[in-house]
């Protein structure tokens, strides 16, 4: 009965907070660069992630996915997004506290700029750039089912102009049945960026492990944006490589459909992913991860 309440409360409070996510519309929130996804294999997958997060990418996706980390994990990103963006994602979970501690820097560079004034004349070159630190904690509070939170600041860099503000994540997981999955995450709530409100997002999602095969599912509601779906499928060939693909609706370049490639040799992964937008460009994601 204990635990059940535990539930049952914990699921109320993020299902009170994910009110907070229908308030806005197009175009008004900052800090997009916090939907722009970590990690090639959950990218690969589409980013339909909020049920599969295991790993120390779970504190984007869904931080409750730190309890599934068994020992040590370091995994760094880098993405070569269109446009000349770059970005790079650092992070680490492991145990402690009788459950699990995650690290995560994420960094996203958008080069140099040209600047000019209201009347369209040159005014010189700037940088951009921003910077997200977080730590988070998850505890299998029983056996089937996981909660945990990230917290942590975003800076945002335009010049000589810098904005900061705070950020948490929060989520759970819970095995339906011994194959099926189902995640819930509240992403992003925090303080506003300048005047902005940062982009409030609530991710439901269901996955089905069935060994050598996963195949999941994300439905997505923005703050700013339509709801949308992820969806992703992935196959272990005799536990070393694995074939990824994925789809995302709602986007605006692309056919948003995704693909990649994992290996696994001993305790390091290698992950890839590649998507494409259109006009803009295509994107490549390459993951390293250590296990020990």
Known sequence: MPRMLTSIGIGAFILILTSYAYAGGPGTTGANFLKIGVGARATAM???????????????????????????????????????????????????????????????????????DEAGNPTGNFTASDLELMVGYAKKIAPKFSFGFGAGIIQDTIAEDKESAFLANVGLLTEVSKPLILGLVVQNIGTELGSDPLPLTLRLGLALRRNPFVIALDLVKPTDDDTYYCAGAEWWIEKIVALRVGYKSNQDAGSGLTAGLGFKVATVDLDYAYVAYGDLGNTHRISLGFKW
């Open 46 to 116: 589409g980013g339909a992630f909020t049920a599969l997060a295991d790993d120390s990418t779970s504190l984007y996706w869904n931080p409750a996915g730190l309890a599934q980390i068994k020992g040590r994990e370091l995994s760094a990103t880098y993405n070569l997004w269109f446009e000349d963006i770059r970005q790079g994602y650092l992070s680490m979970g492991f145990p402690s506290m009788g459950g699990t501690l995650g690290l995560a820097a994420n960094y996203v560079d958008m080069g140099t700029l040209e600047g000019r």
